[in-house]
């Protein structure tokens, strides 16, 4: 049976006024919460290989038995190419996979896309990491 | 899992090391001078991506733990540092407000096109310099972008309006790519949660100064957002094996949407004072 773990874990810092050449089209915090991270297991049912956003839904077997739909975001196929990925070789629908990610922040069954374990037990980054685009707490 | 993921993580630390993937060893320091020009000035022609490390596409992959990078070699230099920004007094407060609603602002997250110190530092997106003796043009894959910078000794165009990117113009200083740009739009960032006016003034120094290595550096003005010029500085790195591809920004943009739904409740993603993420 698969199942929806959270694992909770810090993300470590920045140096200051050392700027980390990762960009994102829009800030994580906006939509995603840091404090909640996921990892899911399930069957991808459609992939958007799309700007400025790649998506891979799938749907996740509960404990309950109920089965959940889930939405992820990641890279836009640029990155994705260049960061291992093949348009409709890497991942297919049909395929199961395990992803990581964070939540986002109303709750529902959307999240950031960090990284995907293919049924292989290959792991792949789909996303940037936590944090990225929100400029960070203090204006400095 | 982790344990198959420590298996994995060698395998791919072993695939690397054999492909002299650059994200798991050092790269040689010195590969030679920076070629020149016909007309004898430095060559800056190539495909360049924001890196500390030479070699072949420079990107992270997964490690033990879910979602953190493999270690590696830290590079030899800081790929991007920026000074601290001297906000005037409401400006540091407007920038905060930014930072405090977690950047919904954000021009960039509506695919407007935004000025150079932010567009050169693109990590995942590779950047493009084609050069003339007459101009040079820059190509940036992120935004699908491009600027030409005339580099005949001609001044600034009087005849056109202020735009995002602003009006370049180049002269060489040495060996070093002096581009002045001004009649800039007012409201872009410059990084997230920093803003600029129309009074934004930057003078880029580009230098290639060696075969892989392209130093930028922005001396970045506004009169009417900081109290004094400050700077950020980027490594460029040749990526010879790879080309610009096409990005369209609004093929898919569902954020601008979104986002118009969680501006109706702030407190949902509004960073809370002490204690709240």
């Known amino acids: ?140 | 899992m982790r344990t198959a993921g420590r298996v994995v993580g060698a395998t791919l630390l072993a695939a690397c090391v054999a492909s002299a993937c650059s994200t798991t060893r050092e790269a040689p320091a010195q590969t030679g001078s920076a070629p020149r020009a016909q007309d004898g000035k430095p060559d800056l022609t190539g495909v360049y991506q924001t890196s500390a490390r030479r070699g072949d596409w420079d990107f992270d992959v997964p490690g033990e733990e879910p979602g953190v990078p493999a270690a590696r070699p830290a590079g030899t230099i800081a790929a991007v540092q920026r000074d601290p920004v001297p906000y005037q007094d409401w400006a540091r407060v407007k920038a905060q407000e930014y930072l405090d609603r977690r950047s919904i602002d954000d021009p960039a997250a509506y695919c407007r096109p935004q000025s150079s110190p932010r567009m050169t530092p693109t990590g995942l997106f590779p950047i493009q310099f084609i050069q003339t003796p007459q101009q040079v043009a820059i190509l940036y894959e992120y935004f699908w972008l491009f600027r030409v910078i005339p580099t005949d000794g001609r001044g600034h165009a009087d005849d056109v309006d202020p735009s995002f990117m602003g009006d370049s113009v180049g002269r060489w200083d040495g060996d070093t790519l002096v581009v002045d740009v001004t009649n800039f739009k007012d409201g872009g960032w410059l990084a997230p949660g920093v803003f600029h006016s129309d009074a934004l003034h930057l003078t880029e120094r580009y230098t290639r100064v060696d075969h892989d290595q392209l130093n930028y550096e922005a001396t970045v003005e506004d009169s009417k957002v900081f109290t004094a010029p400050w700077k950020i500085r980027v490594t460029l790195m040749l990526r010879e094996k790879n080309r610009l591809r096409e990005y369209s920004c609004m093929e898919n943009n569902v954020d601008m949407q979104r986002y118009q739904e969680f501006v109706k409740n702030p407190s949902l993603f509004v960073r809370k004072p002490e204690g709240a993420r």
Do not use: C, Q
């Open chain 1, 1 to 140: 049976m698969l199942a929806l773990v959270t694992i909770v874990r810090l993300i470590p810092g920045v140096a200051a006024h050392l700027v980390t050449p990762v960009l994102a089209h829009h800030s994580f915090g906006v939509a995603f919460d840091v404090t909640k991270p996921v990892t899911v297991s399930g069957v991808i049912t459609a992939i958007e290989w799309m700007n400025p956003h790649s998506h891979v839904y799938m749907e996740v077997k509960e404990k309950s038995g109920k089965v959940a739909k889930w939405k992820f975001e990641g890279y836009p196929p640029n990155v994705l190419s260049r960061t291992g990925w093949k348009k409709d070789v890497t991942i297919k629908v049909g395929d199961t996979i395990t992803v990581f990610g964070w939540r986002a922040r109303d709750g529902s069954n959307f999240a950031h896309l960090r990284e995907v374990t293919l049924a292989d037990g290959k792991h792949l980054y789909f996303g940037p990491p936590a944090g990225t685009g929100e400029g960070g707490a203090v204006a400095k």
